[in-house]
């Protein structure tokens, strides 16, 4: 969608055309809010610093979005369709990648209590199983703000590729 026609729409349609970026209602709310954009910078810019910072709640739900790394994401959902996109490096026919990928969830998730998030756009599976193994030493304070730039990072990134200049 142009940024013209977005700035156009009604709030709860703006809303709703963004929400396979974040579904964070506050974050979500806060960007068709600041409309009108002059330029795709403008609402990447916004998009960067709203919502700051993530509370507890906002985190899990959009958790609740997100597959496992190494999970091909079901559904015919426009965030299914994304994660497939964001991970298409890894390889699900590669059984060594996806018995390390396995192990490393389930140790993340053992550790943190939730689903492990990386931007894998971009990444290949031995840099994702890197960033899996650093932040499984992480103090959950700690992994709390790394997830939540994780987010972020996967946001502007589905923003960019839903609202062209």
């Known amino acids: 969608m142009h940024l013209m026609e977005f ?3 009604g709030r709860a349609e703006a809303i709703e055309t963004i929400r396979p970026s974040l579904d964070v209602p506050r974050w979500l709310e806060s960007l068709a809010d ?3 954009y002059g330029h795709r910078e403008a609402l990447l810019d916004a998009a960067r610093s709203a919502a700051h910072p993530f509370t507890a709640e906002e ?15 079901r559904g015919e959902s426009p965030e299914a369709g994304l994660s497939r996109s964001e991970q298409a490096a890894v390889d699900p026919a590669d059984e060594d990648v996806q018995r390390r990928l396995r192990e490393g969830n389930r140790a993340y998730e053992d550790r943190f209590g939730q689903v492990f998030l990386v931007r894998a756009a971009g990444r290949g599976p031995e840099e994702i199983l890197e960033q899996l193994s650093q932040r ?5 304070e700690t992994e ?8 972020r990072q996967i946001a502007l ?3 960019e590729g839903l609202v062209t200049p």
């Open 34 to 36: 600041a409309r009108p």
């Open 157 to 159: 990134l589905r923003l």
């Open 144 to 151: 709390r703000a790394v997830v939540a730039e994780q987010l």
């Open 7 to 9: 700035n156009s729409l």
């Open 59 to 73: 985190i899990e739900r959009a958790l609740s979005h997100h597959p496992r790394i190494g999970e091909r994401a």
């Open 136 to 140: 499984l030493g992480n103090d959950p």
